[in-house]
């Protein structure tokens, strides 16, 4: 094994090290973390972007829509342990209260009479459809 | 392999130059990859993560290089992916590995020019070349970046089958008479 040392150059070491180092950098880059780091909510009002939030930072959000006859349209939810819950909502057939506990990617909660829905967005996609390249 | 053959035949052996010739070495050469690659579908070494592939076939690849004309790697290279993806890996399989193999020859190539490399540094990046093209491919594919993650583990086990490799072509290289390649 002595000769195959001898052979070995100072460039190889300094290469080795290179690929190692980007392997590393890119390892702790935020976008290759997103897989576990970027799980996102969404909420969306009427079609419109209403609020992304961070799936795993516990958070309660309570939207409001003032309407023009005086009442105002409220709904809360809910973000704690990486799961999301509408827990309140003045609407009048509370389907997505009732709809419970989301946590899976694609999965969603939709309030119909206040055009309101929620979603959630995994970076790394656990639904039950694998993309599968052969 | 050079001992059945009789003396008298070197004189025709000579001339590299001749196309017989060099088909007749090119077909061989790409069977004895071919085989490699044969032998690795039989019996998969993959520890436990997708697309990590020893790469037999760069054997035959990089004692190519360091004893032959670049043209004839690249040709068995070309001859090698599209009989194997005919053959084992399907079609799919066989732009992955057009990607990888091209961009690894290329890269191997380039280094071992510099001169400043080992048979182990040019191996070696040769491997994570393979797979940085494979990659490259999967990216455009699957249409998303989101495969950079996969980057790291694909440059480690690169680097690992590269020298894995490298280390497989310098023995070979002492063994190997160096007549057989002329």
């Given at each position: 094994m002595?000769?195959m040392?001898q ?10 090290l ?5 392997a590393g ?12 780091g970027?799980?996102?909510v969404?909420?969306?009002v ?5 609020g992304?939030?961070?799936l795993?930072?516990d ?7 003032p309407q023009?006859?005086?009442t ?5 939810v809910q973000i ?6 509408m827990t309140?909502?003045n ?10 506990t989301?946590?899976?990617n694609g ?5 119909l ?6 979603q959630?967005?995994k970076a ?8 599968v390249?052969r | ?9 070197n004189?025709n ?6 196309p017989?010739?060099?088909?007749t070495t ?8 071919l085989?490699f ?5 039989l019996?998969p070494?993959q520890?436990?993560?997708?697309g990590?592939?020893l790469?037999l076939?760069?054997?035959v690849i ?10 004839y ?9 599209l009989?194997a993806?005919?053959?084992?890996t399907?079609?799919?399989?066989m732009?992955?590995?057009?990607a990888?193999s091209?961009l ?6 380039l ?6 490399f ?9 491997g ?10 999967a990216?455009?594919?699957v249409s998303?970046?989101?495969l950079?993650?996969y980057c ?6 690169g680097?690992l089958?590269?020298?894995?490799v490298?280390?497989g072509?310098f023995?070979?290289l002492?063994?190997l ?6």
């Amino acid at each position: 094994m002595k000769t195959m040392k001898q052979y070995i150059r100072k460039a190889d070491i300094a290469l080795l090290l290179l690929l190692l180092l980007t392997a590393g950098a890119i390892w702790l880059l935020p976008a290759a973390k997103s897989r576990t780091g970027s799980d996102y909510v969404q909420i969306t009002v009427d079609g419109k972007i209403y609020g992304t939030y961070d799936l795993h930072r516990d958070k309660t959000i309570t939207v409001t829509q003032p309407q023009k006859d005086g009442t105002t349209w409220s709904n809360t939810v809910q973000i704690q342990n990486d799961t999301v819950t509408m827990t309140e909502a003045n609407c009048k057939n509370q389907v997505c209260v009732d709809t419970g506990t989301i946590s899976k990617n694609g999965q969603s909660i939709i309030c119909l009479p206040h055009r309101l829905a929620v979603q959630i967005f995994k970076a790394e996609d656990d639904s039950d459809i694998d993309a599968v390249v052969r | 392999m050079t001992n059945t053959q009789p003396q008298s035949s070197n004189t025709n052996r000579e001339d590299p130059s001749s196309p017989a010739k060099r088909i007749t070495t090119v077909a061989l050469l790409s069977a004895l990859a071919l085989i490699f690659s044969y032998i690795e579908f039989l019996f998969p070494f993959q520890p436990g993560v997708p697309g990590v592939k020893l790469g037999l076939a760069n054997l035959v690849i990089v004692v190519i290089l360091y004893r032959m004309a670049p043209g004839y790697a690249l040709m068995v290279n070309l001859i090698r992916v599209l009989l194997a993806g005919l053959l084992f890996t399907g079609i799919f399989g066989m732009f992955y590995s057009l990607a990888g193999s091209i961009l690894s020859f290329l890269v191997m190539y380039l280094l071992k020019r510099t001169n400043l490399f080992s048979i182990f540094g040019v191996s070696m990046a040769g491997g994570v070349a393979h797979n940085f093209g494979q990659l490259l491919v999967a990216i455009f594919m699957v249409s998303t970046g989101s495969l950079l993650y996969y980057c790291p583990i694909l440059i480690v086990s690169g680097i690992l089958t590269g020298i894995a490799v490298g280390i497989g072509a310098f023995f070979l290289l002492k063994r190997l008479p160096y007549q057989i390649f002329t």
